[in-house]
């Protein structure tokens, strides 16, 4: 698995606001990010959240993002808008939950998809949530810290 992109952002948009408007946190690009060992990333809204927590760290297949622009001719939207930490390129996601894996030597485990919502039709494009449906991406838990930093390759 490459690291194509790193994401953080300091608060929520969407989760949790169900019948408000989305927050205007940002989405932050950063070359690296420490991965704290059962607690989240440094810097993100996720960090802290709830002991044990699911979605520690978030991924999202760079692959993915592709089909979805081209789907719904979205080439202008940046892959920041789904919120996700992580955007990984040639890596089946799916196929890592109820796994441990490791990047850059950071271990993980895969505890499930990141269920697509309504916010997505609003985030990227009318039909997103659809599309995404079984490809939204990867919840995990961080097992061990460590830094991970953009796949200069990608």
């Not at 979605?55 to 692959?63: H, L, P, S």
């Not at 890596?91 to 271990?107: K, P, T, W, Y």
């Not at 997103?128 to 390759?153: C, M, N, P, Q």
Request: aromatic share 12%; glycine share 12%; net charge neutral.
């Amino acid at each position: 698995m490459r690291v194509a992109a790193l994401y953080v952002s300091p608060g929520h948009n969407y989760f949790g606001r169900h019948g408000l408007a989305p927050g205007e946190h940002p989405v932050v690009a950063v070359p690296t990010v420490e991965c704290v060992a059962g607690r989240g990333l440094a810097g993100d809204r996720f960090l802290d959240y709830k002991e044990d927590y699911a979605g520690q760290i978030t991924f999202f297949a760079g692959e993915v993002y592709d089909g979805i622009c081209q789907a719904l001719n979205c080439a202008d939207r940046p892959p920041a808008v789904f919120r996700r930490n992580v955007l990984t390129r040639g890596a089946d996601l799916n196929a890592l939950i109820g796994q441990e894996f490791e990047v850059q030597g950071v271990r993980f485990l895969g505890t499930r998809e990141c269920s697509p919502c309504y916010w997505m039709d609003r985030a990227f494009a009318p039909g997103a949530e659809a599309w995404l449906k079984g490809r939204g991406g990867l919840r995990a838990r961080i097992l061990t810290s460590g830094w991970l930093k953009v796949d200069a390759s990608c």
